[in-house]
T-cell receptor, first 116, second 114 residues
């Protein structure tokens, strides 16, 4: 079975500061990794995904993530956050026996709070 | 394209009532999914479908039923609603082509059972 652990439930950051949201996963097979963002009262929107190839993945809104197979991590980073980045961020994994038809297994989410 | 649409946006049910959450996608995606999101938790897979006429259970299927008579629609039925089904429900879809590409999510239905 697969699982995803988001190590911080809440991360407060000052505007224009860098941020890292941590994600670790467990799986006995190769996985595909995703970060989704959820703005208040909205659905989920894909930020970026890792399928294969380069371990550094760039996404929308200036976010990037690095896949580290040895540490089973997929941490999300942004060098300078904006007030509009305030949202809930979910790490998710797909592949192998987790979920059905490549259904996603989600972490519990990290609430990113940008302080002016 | 409207993408994935869900109705209703909000609903309050009394214990024991039934209802159907509607989900429609206009992207001709084969795969469709229903997730629930409880406060402070990630999304959990309820049911999924790989095409019209084919459905299967996910991680938390108890108390729910689904059907898939067309490619576009994937309704979720709640029979005998219980307070434990108070949640936000998300429908998602993805293309069959290639590997596990991204899932596209609807805006969600917020359901309260009292």
């Amino acid at each position: 079975a697969q699982s995803v652990t988001q190590l911080d439930s809440q991360v407060p950051v000052f505007e224009e500061a860098p941020v890292e949201l941590r994600c670790n996963y467990s799986s006995s097979v190769s996985v595909y990794l995703f970060w989704y963002v959820q703005y208040p009262n909205q659905g989920l929107q894909l930020l970026l995904k890792y399928l294969s190839g380069s371990t550094l993945v760039k996404g929308i809104n200036g976010f990037e993530a690095e896949f580290n197979k040895s540490q089973t991590s997929f941490h999300l980073r942004k060098p300078s956050v904006h007030i509009s980045d305030t949202a809930e961020y979910f790490c998710a994994v797909s592949g192998g026996s987790g979920g059905g038809a490549d259904g996603l297994t989600f972490g519990k989410g990290t609430h990113l709070i940008i302080q002016p | 394209n409207a993408g994935v649409t869900q109705t209703p946006k909000f609903r309050i049910l009394k214990i024991g009532q039934s209802m159907t959450l509607q989900c429609t996608q206009d992207m001709n995606h084969n795969y469709m999914y229903w997730y629930r999101q409880d406060p402070g938790m990630g999304l959990k897979l309820i049911y999924y479908s790989v095409g019209a006429g084919i459905t299967d259970k996910g991680e938390v299927p108890n108390g729910y039923n689904v059907s898939r008579s067309t490619t576009e629609d994937f309704p979720l039925r709640l029979e005998l609603a219980a307070p434990s089904q108070t949640s936000v429900y998300f429908c998602a879809s993805r293309s069959l082509a290639g590997g596990p590409y991204e899932q596209y999510f609807g805006p969600g239905t917020r359901l309260t059972v009292t």
